[in-house]
C-alpha cells in the first residue's frame, strides 16, 4: 500500500528527513511516532504529494507519489492536525462540498453525521463547534469518497478523553472494514490501541520499526514484579526473570499459596522511545 | 467521478454559500456604487462618462482584485486551499470556481452602476465587452495577491500598491499626465479607461477600438500564465 525508500527531504540546510524506509501493508494500520520536529508530517506531505522529496522514493498504491498523484488522491483521505474546515458554512455545507467535488452521493453526509453523534450540529456554522466535533467532521470529509487509504496527522492532539474514544472506535471500525491506515501520534496509548505496527522517527531517521509486541518484547528488561503474601501483608520484589534462583523461590511461593500477581514489567513505548533516542517524546 | 463540470459548480455554490456573511467583502460592492451615486448627484458639471468611468474602474480595479486576494488568502491562512489542492478539483477549476462569483457579482454591480449614472446603457458594446475581460484580468491579478500574501492581513501591503498603480495611474494619465500617460501604456487598465474615453468623448465604436480589446484578451492570457506558474510554485512549499 506504502513504501518508502531512502526518503530524504531538506528545508535548506536543515535536514528534515535523514533517508528512510518503511512499508505499509493493504489492512494495517501503521503509526509514525516521534516528537514534534521529527519528521512526520513532513514525510505525510510527501507521501500525499503536498511536497516533493529532495531524493528517494515514496510509492502510495503502487504509484508514485509525486508524479502519479493526480491519481493516488482519488483514492486516499487525509486529516490534517489542524482543523481546516470552512469556518463560515455550516457542518452540512462543508460536507457537500466535499462530495460534490469528489462527485459522490450528498445522501450519505446524515448517515455520517448519525454515526459520529453531529446530526444535532448539522446545520451549524463550524466556527461554534468545539474541537472534538471539528475533528470528528474532518474525519467524515476525509471518509466521504470511501478511499483505500487515510492519512490521519496527529488525529486526537488536543481533544478530550472522550471525544479521542469517538475518533478511536471509528477509526478501528474503518479498519476492520479493510481501510489502511498512517496516523502520526506522540501520544503512545493512541498508538498502542490503534496500531498494528509502529516506527519510532526522531530527529529524520527511523530508529526501531515493528509490531507493538516485537519492540516490548525486544527491549524488555527480563525482570518481573511479584507481590506475595509476606509476614506483614502484601510484600512486592523485583526479580530476573532468568535463573535458577527465581525459578526456586516461585516454586515455593506457589506451593505455599503466597502468590498474588506476577507483571512481566514490559515497557511502555514511551520507555522504549527513551531508551532507544535518550529523550522523551514531546 | 465529479465532471470538471460539477466541480467548478461545487465551488461556486460554495462561494455563494460563503459571501452571505462575508462582509469584509460585502462590503467592498457597496463603495462604487456610492461613489458615483455621490459624483453624478454632487458634482453635475463634470465630463459625460466620468462619474460612470471612475465608478467602473473602481469597481474593475479595486473590487475585482480586492475581493478575490482575500478570498485566496483566507484559503491559505486558513490551510483550506491545501484540501482543494489535494481534492480531484485541478487548478484551473479552483480558479474559475473561485472566480465566477466575484466575476458575476462585478458584472451585476457594473449594471446597477450603468443605472445610477444616468448613463442607460449608451455605449454599451463598449464598455460591456472592456468591463468583461479588464474584470477577468483584475480577479487574475488579486489571485495572484492572494497566493503572495501570507495571511489576508498581508494582501494590502503585496496588493495596494498594485492597486493603486492600476487604479490611478489610468485616471492621471486621462489627464494628460505625461510620466502617468507613459506609465499607463503598459498597463491594461489605462487601455480600459481610454475606451471609455473614446466612446464618450469622441463617440468611437468598439470597432475603432479593436488594438484596445487585443491588448486586453492578451493582458489576459498572460495574467492565467503567471498565476498557474505562482500557484504551482506556492503548492510545493
Redesign the interface.
Known sequence: MIEVRHLKKSYGNKEALKGIDFRVEAGEVFGLLGPNGAGKTTTIKIL?????PSSGEARVLGKDAMKQK?EI??HMG?V?E?A??????TVR?NLE??C????CDLGQVDSYLEKVHLMNEKNS?VKKLSKGMKQRVLLIRSMLHQPKLLFLDEPTSGLDPASAEQIHKLLLELNQKGMTILLTSHNMEEVEKLCDRVAFLDEGTIKAMGTIEELKLKYASRKMRVWIEGENGIEEKLMDMDGRESAACMEEWIRQGKLRSIHSCEPTLADIFVKITGREIV | MSSSLGRIKALLIKELQDIRTNFNVLVMYVIPIFMTALYKSFIPQMPEGFALGFGVLFLVVMVGMYVPSMIIAEEKEKKTLEVLILSPAKPVEVFIGKGLLTFLSMMAAFIVLLVISGNYFKHFDVLLSATVITSMFSILVGMMVGLLAQNQMSTGIVGLPLYLLFMMVPLFGAMNVGVMKAIGRVLPTYYYFDMIRLAFDEGKGIFDMIAHLGILVFSVGIAFLILLLIYKKKRLE
Open positions: 500525499t504529494g503536498q511536497i516533493q493526480e488522491k482519488l487525509i490534517p489542524k481546516n474546515l470552512y469556518e463560515r458554512l455545507q462540498l466535499f460534490r467535488l469528489y462527485g456554522p
